[in-house]
T-cell receptor
Framework: DAKTTQPTSMDCAEGRAANLPCNHS???????VYWYRQIHSQGPQYIIHGLKNNETNEMASLIITEDRKSSTLILPHATLRDTAVYYCTSKTSYDKVIFGPGTSLSVIP | DAMVIQNPRYQVTQFGKPVTLSCSQTLNHNVMYWYQQKSSQAPKLLFHYYDKDFNNEADTPDNFQSRRPNTSFCFLDIRSPGLGDAAMYLC????????????FGPGTRLTVT
C-alpha cells in the first residue's frame, strides 16, 4: 500500500485556484489515487480519483504525473465552503484504503 | 436518499464497559469499512468486510471486533474501552472491488469516562 505525503496546511484566496499536491512515490501499478475532503465534524466526502490519466469532474481536476509518483488536486475557483482537510489516499483493487495525513486548506476572503 | 447512517452520533461509555456502535446503509454496497479518527489525525482503517469476508488490519487491537449480519448493517464492538479509544468512529461503504469510491457516514463520537 502506497504511503502518501502532503503539506500540513495551505491558504488560498477566495476565487483563486487551489492546487493541493500529494506525493505517492511508492504507489504500485494497480493502485488508484483518490482525494477526499473532510469538513469539520463531518465524514469525509469523495472528490475525485484516477489511475494514470488526468481527470476532471464538477468538483475538481486531478493531475497525475507520468511516473505516477505525485498528483495535484485542483479546485478551480475556491470558495469559503471549500475550507476543509483534503486527504490524498490510495486504493488497491482489493478495497483497502489508506488515508494520508491530509492538508488543511483555508480559503481566505 | 440512499445513505450511510451511524447511530448514535454521540456515545459516552465508562472505562471497561463494552460498547457497540452501529452502521447501516441503503446503498446495497458490498464493502463496509470501519475507521477510527482521533483528534487532528487522519482516519485509520480498523477493518473492512467484502460481503461476509472479514479483513482485519494487522495493527487493529483485539479489543475491537466487528459483525456484519447482513448487507445493510455492520457493528463495531469495543469489548473493554480504554481512555485511548476515545475517538470519532467512521463507517464507510463502497460498491465493490476496483475503482469505486467510498461513501462515509457522519461518524459516532465516542467518549470514555
Amino acid at each position: 500500500d502506497a504511503k502518501t505525503t502532503q503539506p500540513t496546511s495551505m491558504d488560498c484566496a477566495e476565487g483563486r485556484a487551489a492546487n493541493l499536491p500529494c506525493n505517492h512515490s511508492t504507489i504500485s501499478g494497480n493502485e488508484y489515487v483518490y482525494w477526499y475532503r473532510q469538513i469539520h465534524s463531518q465524514g469525509p466526502q469523495y472528490i475525485i480519483h484516477g489511475l494514470k490519466n488526468n481527470e476532471t469532474n464538477e468538483m475538481a481536476s486531478l493531475i497525475i504525473t507520468e511516473d505516477r509518483k505525485s498528483s495535484t488536486l485542483i479546485l478551480p475557483h475556491a470558495t469559503l465552503r471549500d475550507t476543509a482537510v483534503y486527504y490524498c489516499t490510495s486504493k488497491t483493487s482489493y478495497d483497502k484504503v489508506i488515508f494520508g495525513p491530509g492538508t488543511s486548506l483555508s480559503v481566505i476572503p | 436518499d440512499a445513505m450511510v447512517i451511524q447511530n448514535p452520533r454521540y456515545q459516552v461509555t465508562q472505562f471497561g464497559k463494552p460498547v457497540t456502535l452501529s452502521c447501516s446503509q441503503t446503498l446495497n454496497h458490498n464493502v463496509m469499512y470501519w475507521y477510527q479518527q482521533k483528534s487532528s489525525q487522519a482516519p485509520k482503517l480498523l477493518f473492512h468486510y467484502y460481503d461476509k469476508d472479514f479483513n482485519n488490519e494487522a495493527d487493529t487491537p483485539d479489543n475491537f471486533q466487528s459483525r456484519r449480519p447482513n448487507t445493510s448493517f455492520c457493528f463495531l464492538d469495543i469489548r473493554s474501552p480504554g481512555l485511548g479509544d476515545a475517538a470519532m468512529y467512521l463507517c464507510a461503504t463502497s460498491y465493490g472491488q476496483g475503482w469505486y469510491e467510498q461513501y462515509f457516514g457522519p461518524g459516532t463520537r465516542l467518549t470514555v469516562t
